[in-house]
């Protein structure tokens, strides 16, 4: 899915506070959990930044659909469990305490079914009492079409210009990011294209219920974006 920018994630993302969010993950956790033992699966885990913040409290696995982002999580977090999925139908055969699936990942499923289904998968591997952590995507009133994006990384061995106008396109947000990449091996530009969800607050309360989840909504969230919050 992030084919080229992968080897760049992290360091465009590297404003993140995994640290910081993990504390509030917790908190989450320690609020509203109620099933017994410390298994963690991180669905959609990227990189596997929030990992190693995890993993003194937690037995954790993660899973993502991208060879490549797990190639680097798997080098991050030696010893931990990583699973090659999709969301939408991953089958592990047991079931966690805790399922995260974080950083607005759950937009990429794109429809309201397949929201549905995401969430009644991620259900489905939860144990009694268990909870469902879901950080969404933007809500259809908050996307702002036509607003210009600008990220930069400027390393002495990596320099990155990433750049994209936000558009909409069939309830969809489209992402068509241009990349301008410099490395001591050379300059190159792509291209990529992401597409995600514009879900509503409804959206994600139905696809909960359909879950079979008692759900809770936290307005603030990690970055601004909410939190929804499902127990078993």
Not at 75 to 86: A, K, L, Q
Not at 100 to 118: E, H, M, R
Request: negative net charge.
């Amino acid at each position: 899915m992030f084919n080229k920018s992968a080897a760049f994630y992290d360091a465009i993302y590297a404003w993140k506070d995994y640290s910081g969010e993990t504390f509030k993950l917790e908190a989450i956790m320690g609020k509203y959990k109620q099933s017994h033992g410390q298994t963690l699966l991180d669905v959609a885990c990227g990189t596997g930044a929030h990992i190693p913040y995890l993993r003194p409290q937690f037995t954790v696995e993660g899973l993502d659909i991208d060879p490549d982002m797990l190639a680097i999580a798997r080098e991050r977090n030696p010893g931990i469990t990583f699973h090659e999925g999709d969301m939408l139908d991953f089958d592990l055969g047991r079931k966690f305490g805790v399922i995260t699936c974080l950083f607005s990942a759950i937009g990429y499923v794109k429809t309201v079914p397949a929201l549905d289904q995401a969430v009644q998968n991620m259900s489905r591997h939860l144990q009694p009492g268990g909870i469902l952590i879901v950080e969404p995507w933007l809500m259809p009133e908050v996307h702002e079409t036509g607003h210009v994006h600008a990220t930069f990384v400027d390393r002495p061995d990596l320099k990155v210009a990433r750049m994209n106008i936000s558009e909409k396109e069939n309830g969809l947000s489209i992402l068509d990011f241009h990349y301008l990449v410099a490395t001591p091996q050379g300059i190159e530009y792509f291209t990529e294209r992401r597409e995600l969800g514009l879900f509503s607050h409804e959206d994600y309360l139905m696809a909960f219920d359909r879950g079979g989840l008692e759900t809770f909504h936290d307005p603030e969230g990690l970055m601004g974006r909410g939190l929804y919050i499902g127990r078993k």
